[in-house]
């Protein structure tokens, strides 16, 4: 039956990301003449487990686009924008491929966000109230990748993100600004060390400063926390994206100007642990290798190891982590697997067996600040979002920050304390 709730047309287009590459974006209408949008982001350190985002021989979506216009929509006319779940799961019928490969992720996921914002609209909620229904809200504690390497820097360093961790702060708005504060202070220590033309940025707007050393990274990182008085408050994290630099024919890791073993990883990784804060280990080795996720994870306590391009937000791979003890850490990026409905299937599976979520952006993005709502919606335990300096990073804390101004929830960083 046709109400104000039905759609009334869906609409795909090419937009640009971050990094200026097409993307899409679906905008969906209802018959109430409501409307709202969905955009793909894109990641450049993808796992190969992902599911597939469609891309033109000349690097546009065009065809994803057709998918939308040709496929989706005539499918989902008509149909009540609030039955998110049935939607869903009619694009992954329509897609019929295990990888979503037919019609493409990035047209897929567009429209889930889409369908998720319109409903919110119609309903005169906030995407993450919509979203979460009675689940308990929270403020997520940022992860931010205040300095870039690996393939989003055109530095040497080999590991793509070095993060701070605000725990220790009353409140989202005082662990940023603090965050801030000490992002500032490591564009000053670039810019002493090395010249003020080191300052450049890498994709997720972190300065990359002209190094190939772990070490020297670190170091830059950790004295900008502590010139900044915060060493007993913020923490520090890493995302390797290992797949990046790991030889396959020769089974070792290509960084820091050398190769290490597997295992010299191993204690490479304990090091680090024992001289600096380190409460966050991303990707650590590459996307196969579930059994040396789970002995670091072992060796190192209490240091959250994360697996990204190891589940690919995929329930099928995460069973397997949870089998190994792979991680205690989840990454949720709904593009990799491509509905709303499966992204919120693997996070509940995550947070039902006690592994820390983190709802996370790509290094492709846009300025929608839809995952803000999406981690507050689910009550996660991170958000990871960049650096707080490039518009399609900040979008994503602003609204947190408005989320926490207007509706004074509570921030997740002293519960973190366990
Ligand atoms: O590896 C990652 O975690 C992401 C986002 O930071 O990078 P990309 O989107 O390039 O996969
Ligand atoms: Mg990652």
Same mark, same amino acid.
């Given at each position: 039956m046709m109400n104000g709730f039905s759609i009334a047309r869906v609409h795909g287009y090419e937009i640009i990301d971050s990094r200026g590459n097409p993307t899409v974006r679906t905008r969906i209408t209802l018959e109430s003449g409501i409307r709202a949008t969905g955009d793909a982001p894109s990641g450049?350190? $993808?796992? =190969?487990? *992902?599911a597939v985002e469609l891309r033109d021989r000349?690097?546009?979506v065009k065809e994803a686009v057709d998918s939308v216009n040709y496929y989706i929509s005539p499918a989902l006319?008509?149909? /009540?924008?609030?039955e998110q779940t049935k939607i869903d799961e009619l694009m992954i019928e329509l897609d019929g491929t295990e990888n979503k490969s037919r019609l493409g992720a990035n047209a897929i996921i567009a429209t889930s966000i889409a369908v998720a914002k319109a409903a919110a609209m119609s309903l005169s909620m906030e995407p993450f109230m919509y979203i979460g229904g009675a689940r308990r809200h929270a403020l997520p504690v940022p992860l931010l990748n205040i300095l870039n390497g690996g393939v989003h820097a055109g530095n040497m360093l080999k590991i793509q993100e070095f993060m701070i961790i605000p725990v220790k702060f009353d409140s989202f708005k005082e662990a940023l600004m603090a965050s801030v504060r000490i992002y500032k202070s490591l564009k000053g220590l670039v810019a002493e060390r090395y010249? $003020?033309?080191? =300052?450049a940025l890498g994709d997720e707007g972190g300065i990359s400063p002209p190094l190939s050393v772990t070490e020297d990274a670190l170091n830059l990182v950790y004295t900008a926390i502590r010139n900044e008085g915060m060493e007993d408050r913020v923490y520090m994290g890493m995302d390797a994206a290992a797949s990046d630099f790991y030889n396959h024919e020769k089974g070792v890791y290509e960084i820091d100007n050398g190769t290490k073993t597997p295992d010299q990883m191993i204690d490479f990784y304990l090091d680090i642990a024992n001289r600096y804060p380190l409460l966050y280990l991303e /990707?650590?080795? *590459? *996307?196969?290798d579930f059994k040396r996720f789970s002995e670091l994870q072992g060796r190192l306590g209490k240091v959250i190891v994360t697996g990204d391009d190891l589940y690919t937000t995929n329930v099928k791979y995460l069973k397997k982590g949870m089998e190994t003890k792979s991680t205690k850490g989840v990454i949720v990026k709904a593009n990799q697997i491509g509905t709303l409905t499966e992204t919120i299937q693997f996070f509940d599976m995550a947070k039902e067996n006690s592994i820390k979520t983190v709802v996370s952006h790509r290094s492709? *993005?846009?300025?929608?600040?839809f995952i803000a709502d999406l981690s507050v919606a689910l009550n996660s335990d991170f958000i990871k979002t960049g650096a707080p300096s490039r518009g399609e990073r900040t979008s994503k804390y602003n609204r947190l920050l408005e989320i926490e101004n207007d509706h004074g929830l509570e921030y997740q960083g002293r519960k973190l304390l366990w």
């Open positions: 450049a350190s $993808k796992g =190969t487990r *992902e000349d690097g546009s006319s008509g149909l /009540d924008v609030r010249g $003020k033309v080191y =300052t /990707d650590p080795f *590459e *996307e196969d492709g *993005e846009t300025e929608d600040y």
